[in-house]
């Protein structure tokens, strides 16, 4: 079980060692987002920037004019709100390839609260045209995710969570934007997940198990683009999908898988994820029940469902 | 940076200047939106720049080793449009599309759209950082072309460009000149004051730029921005200095919005504006006209 941050920085490095196009810029905070591994590597692929947001993405969108594939790192709720216009201006509007692996993603960060949680992001930069927009589950998809972007020719952005979580898929695993991953089958009930909170949610699965209920689990890493049609056959004949999100329940995967499905009609759309309110600093186990994304508190919302649609 | 050896003369080059502020108000007259002031107040820069300075091919938009500029005022987009044109990038007939439906000339600049443009802009403020990047990319990849970024003086209230500039000598960035168009008014601002120049309080009147920058440790430099022997004066300095102070130079550009037609002139009221027909009659014959005052 490894941490993303850990896996990103170890696989710049090695993708900066072989790609003199790789830089990464860091805001001042690369011994949290492991932006140090790469600057300890490889210290010609490693650009200070101070702690200055707005201008690290107009630096990066400079140098990628000149042939660079720049990463951006730093906490991600500083790139997506406080340089959101230059994200949109020079990377979203140009196709500029910026890469922004937004750090200490969602609600778990360390104990930091709510100045530092970002759970809009997906909302706001799935909004962005020509961004790709990915949430990986895990250390492998992760690292599968990271060597894909360092080739993409546009804009990416990939949510890099703090903290490990238990693997959902294994080395063998293979990232294709857009693709859903069927990741466990149920007959009962259809869950759709996206980023780190898929291994919460098949531990949910687990706990549906024991008491008797089957449930499909459908991971969405990719929250831009989509395979609509591929999502739509996974869910097959569902009356009923359950997204889970470790993000607001405005915007984000529950808003996405809603907007395909209503166009297509008949299936109902419950969205599990943060509530419209602030939340706190607190121990990530007290984030994850208090706030409903826990594996028991998400089995539980799972069986209400059932017992109301019944 | 090459120096071109058939540097037009200072005559042609105010010659170049009046067609240029010509073509800005009568593009956006036709247009019927638009903006005036801006574009004026750098036209004499913006064609010293292209005709004189910058070490570019019309043909060759996107020749890896051109000198960049980027006009991070992205709203005096007309003004770059018109010396771009002008100067061969794209017909001048074309200037009659700006701002229409499918046109390559946008209200704001388009890298993607328009031959020439370096840099996308229009969200004040970001242009300086984007330079910055480019000219760190140049020293990387030991590319001697040089980065120019003009900025407004309304523009630096913006907190972006200090983040920039707080950190452009930090990365040794002599191959970066940022022009400040210090043209003393922008869009509405603050109420005018007893020193001011003109009927509103000047956007950075209060500040002493030169000591900023200078403190910042960047190198500075103040020029009229309508004499073409104060501008490659600049120019020249910037070249020389090249290799030798390791800093990146501002030049302070000092202008007068709505230069070179008499009723928009040093007001902030011409900030955008279409004119009217006697209006356009009267900017034809000061810019263009045998007896023009300008001429």
Partial sequence: MKAQRLVWGETLADLAANDQRVVVLDGDLATSTRADIVAEAVPGAFIEVGIAEQNMVGMAFGLSTLGYRPWLSTFGVFLTHRAVDQLRMLVSQTKAPVRVAAAYSGLLNGSSGKTHQDIEDLAIMRAMPNMTVIAPADEHEAEAVFRWAAEHDGPVYVRVARDAVSPVFDESYSFAPGVPHLVAEGTDVTLISTGVQTSRTLEAVSLLAQRGISAKLIHLPTLKPLDADRLVELIGDAQTVVTVEEHSRIGGLGGLVSEVLSERGGTRVIRIGLEDRWSESAPNDFLLDKYGLSPERVAAAVVDELARSV | ?295
């Fill in chain 2, 1 to 295: 940076m090459t120096v071109l050896s058939s540097r037009p003369t200072n005559e042609e080059l105010a010659d170049l200047a009046r067609q240029a502020r010509w073509k800005i108000v009568e593009t956006v007259a036709a247009s019927k939106a638009g903006h005036i002031g801006g574009p004026l107040s750098a036209t004499d820069v913006l064609i010293a720049l292209y005709f004189a300075q910058l070490d570019i091919d019309p043909a060759a938009p996107q020749d890896p080793d051109r000198d960049r500029f980027i006009l991070s005022k992205g709203h005096s987009a007309i003004g770059l449009y018109s010396v771009l044109a002008l100067r061969g990038y794209f017909p001048v007939d074309e200037l009659a599309t700006f701002d229409h439906g499918n046109s390559r000339l946008q209200g704001h600049p388009d890298m993607l759209l328009t031959p020439g443009v370096d840099a996308s802009t229009g969200s004040l403020g970001q242009g300086l950082s984007a330079g910055a990047g480019m000219a760190l990319g140049a020293k990387r990849l030991g590319k001697d072309f040089h980065t120019w970024v003009m900025v407004g003086d309304g523009e630096i209230e913006e907190g972006m460009i200090w983040e920039t500039v707080l950190s452009a000598p930090r990365f040794g960035l002599d191959n970066l000149t940022l022009i400040i168009d210090l043209n003393g008014l922008q869009q509405y601002g603050w109420p005018s004051e007893a020193n001011d120049r003109f009927d509103r309080s000047e956007p950075v009147g209060h500040v002493d730029l030169e000591r900023v920058f200078t403190g910042f440790g960047w190198n500075t430099l103040t020029i009229d921005g309508h004499d073409f022997d104060e501008i490659f004066e600049a120019f020249g300095r910037v070249s020389a200095d090249r290799g030798v102070s390791g800093l990146p130079t501002v030049i302070i550009s000092r202008t007068t919005k709505g230069r070179g037609i008499s009723f928009t002139e040093g007001t902030y009221k011409w900030h955008n504006g279409v004119a009217t027909e006697d209006q356009l009659e009267t900017a034809h014959a000061e810019l263009l006209g045998e007896t023009g005052e300008n001429r």
